[in-house]
């Protein structure tokens, strides 16, 4: 007598390799509505930091960038304003350096906060002008005004020249099209117009 019959129940092995299909099939939109989501998280926290830059609150701002690098310790983003922050609370330029070409190497480059003039230079108050950052990265100089509408961006090919000026070492100026635009770091010092023009040769060179 068989030990089978037609009445025996067959061995349920289909939902199995069925429902891994589906997850295989379903995780790569998984991941990319993750990516979505973060990607909006990692902007606003790049805003924050930029905000606290800005505002001078430049420890408070490391303590946000260490639990950025905590996570990510190649995070371009993190590493570039990192390196401004330092700066700007220790203003040793030679480090500075270093910390800006770590960050370029990431995927980076460098954020320097500036004055820039909207008059002719010359060495009394300047009356004119707006505040904002000047942006170094891989192929292209950025001025993002946070008080104006005089920002431009230009790849490194379309800047005639960049260096400080005849009047005062501690302005610089970016020449495109012919056109000068005047600027002061938030240092007011000669070390940071020296080293915007290094890392801009540094960076157009790369």
């Not at 938030?186 to 960076?203: V, W």
């Amino acid at each position: 007598m068989s030990l089978s019959s037609h009445n025996s129940p067959a061995p349920v092995r289909r939902p199995i390799p069925i429902a891994l299909l589906l997850f295989c099939l379903l995780l790569p939109g998984i991941r990319a509505m993750s990516a979505v989501h973060q990607a909006p998280r990692e902007r606003a926290e790049s805003t924050r930091i930029l905000d606290l830059l800005y505002r001078q609150k430049y420890n408070e701002a490391i303590t946000r960038l260490e639990r950025v690098l905590e996570r990510n310790p190649v995070d371009a983003d993190a590493l570039t304003y990192m390196a401004t922050a330092n700066l700007y609370l220790e203003l040793n330029f030679l480090k500075s350096m270093k910390e800006f070409d770590t960050a370029f190497k990431a995927g980076g480059g460098a954020t320097l906060f500036v004055t820039h003039s909207h008059e002719r230079f010359s060495t009394g108050d300047v009356v004119d002008y707006c505040r904002g950052w000047l942006h170094l990265r891989s192929d292209a100089l950025e001025f993002v005004p946070i008080d104006g509408n005089h920002g431009f961006k230009s790849r490194y090919q379309e800047v005639e020249e960049l260096k400080t000026n005849r009047l005062s070492k501690k302005v610089f100026h970016i020449r495109v099209g012919e056109k000068n635009q005047n600027f002061r770091g938030r240092s007011n010092s000669e070390g940071e117009p020296l080293l915007i023009i290094a890392l801009y040769k540094s960076f157009a060179r790369k």
